[in-house]
């Protein structure tokens, strides 16, 4: 048996550019006891970059502003778009021309549950 150690690994070479570790959690949720992580499906919110399968943070905490984009609930059903409220009127509208706006008819109530805050998206199947 050699009587020295051989090393096994190496520096790595990003050690000289590390700096603060990154908390995602940190940076993406600032209202823990408010946010949900929600999966999101289908194609209507695909030209504001939100993809089928797509993660998205929502927090219930923020108060949704004019264009935030949002997730409703119309007749019971959850839904991502984009909140128009304009001189007392709210319209849902998709981020993909081929997606009609959701305008509230009578008798019927849309209710922003949470903004988005940002988008996950995986380009690889782990």
């Known amino acids: 048996m050699a009587g020295s150690t051989v090393r096994a690994g190496f520096p790595s070479p990003a050690e000289d550019w590390s700096q603060e570790r990154l908390d995602l959690t940190k940076l993406l949720v600032p209202h823990p006891a408010c946010t949900f992580l929600v999966k999101s499906g289908g194609l209507s919110m695909k030209d504001a970059g939100i993809d089928d399968g797509d993660l998205l943070v929502v927090d219930r905490y923020m108060k949704a502003q004019h264009r935030s984009?949002?997730?409703?609930?119309?007749?019971?059903?959850?839904?991502?778009?984009?909140?128009?409220?304009?001189?007392?009127?709210?319209?849902?509208?998709?981020?993909?021309?081929?997606?009609?706006?959701?305008?509230?008819?009578?008798?019927?109530t849309i209710e922003v549950w949470g903004v988005v805050t940002a988008c996950i998206k995986r380009f690889v199947k782990v």
């Open 69 to 108: 984009i949002v997730v409703a609930v119309v007749d019971d059903d959850f839904t991502v778009k984009y909140l128009y409220r304009r001189n007392g009127r709210v319209r849902l509208q998709a981020a993909n021309p081929t997606f009609p706006d959701i305008i509230p008819h009578d008798g019927q």
